[in-house]
Structures are given as structure tokens and as C-alpha cells.
Nanobody, 119 residues
Framework: QVLLVESGGGSVQPGGSLTLSCKAS????????MGWYRQAPGRQRELVAS???????NYTDSVKGRFAISRDDAKNTVSLRMNDLEPGNSAVYCC?????????????WGQGTQVTVTS
């Protein structure tokens, strides 16, 4: 059974930083596009950042220049460095692993880690 485990969430003041990590198990990590999504209370889940197998990255506009996604295929991990955090960034952040090809489609999710930005 594939397992994605997030860590690094917590409470931080506005302007602070956090780094989220996601460790994947029982998965051919290197062939998966990895992403970070977030969901705040009363809002739909949204893509925050993604990184392809060739390390091409994509960010939602509101975090460009402040967040950075990276992956380490040797360690089966994907990270999200979040700088200059704002209260509006508060949400549960979930790790996603997605693969589609050769008639196969796999889509895995972690349980999420809470990020709270408050003074």
C-alpha cells in the first residue's frame, strides 16, 4: 500500500517560514509528478505547487516568489519551502503523487499537515 506522510506543519507568525516535507513509501517515486495542495475551511482544495519528473515546477499565482517546491528522488521526498507566510496561507496542506501512462493512472494522497499563520 502506497503511503505519503507529510511533516513540518505548525503555527507561525505572519512573515515567518515553514518547510513541509512528504515522504513516499512503496511507490516508484521518480516517475510521479508530485504536488502540494491545500484546503482551508469552507474553501475548495487548490493546487499550491507541483513538480514534474524532470523538475519542472508550477505554482499558483498567490505563492509565486515566496514558495519553492523541490524533490529528492533518492530519498522519495518532496518538500515545500514557504517564506513570508500570510494568514491567508493557513490551511491543511496535502501531498499528492500522480502518474498517468501506458493505460495506468495512479493518484495518491497524504493525510495532510496543518499550517496556521497567525499573530
Amino acid at each position: 500500500q502506497v503511503l505519503l506522510v507529510e511533516s513540518g506543519g505548525g503555527s507561525v507568525q505572519p512573515g515567518g517560514s515553514l518547510t513541509l516535507s512528504c515522504k513516499a513509501s512503496r511507490i516508484a517515486f521518480a516517475i510521479y509528478r508530485m504536488g502540494w495542495y491545500r484546503q482551508a475551511p469552507g474553501r475548495q482544495r487548490e493546487l499550491v505547487a507541483s513538480i514534474t519528473t524532470t523538475e519542472s515546477t508550477n505554482y499558483t499565482d498567490s505563492v509565486k516568489g515566496r514558495f519553492a517546491i523541490s524533490r529528492d528522488d533518492a530519498k522519495n521526498t518532496v518538500s515545500l519551502r514557504m517564506n513570508d507566510l500570510e494568514p491567508g496561507n493557513s490551511a491543511v496542506y496535502c501531498c499528492n503523487a500522480y502518474f498517468e501512462g501506458g493505460g495506468v493512472r495512479n493518484d495518491y494522497w497524504g493525510q495532510g499537515t496543518q499550517v496556521t499563520v497567525t499573530s
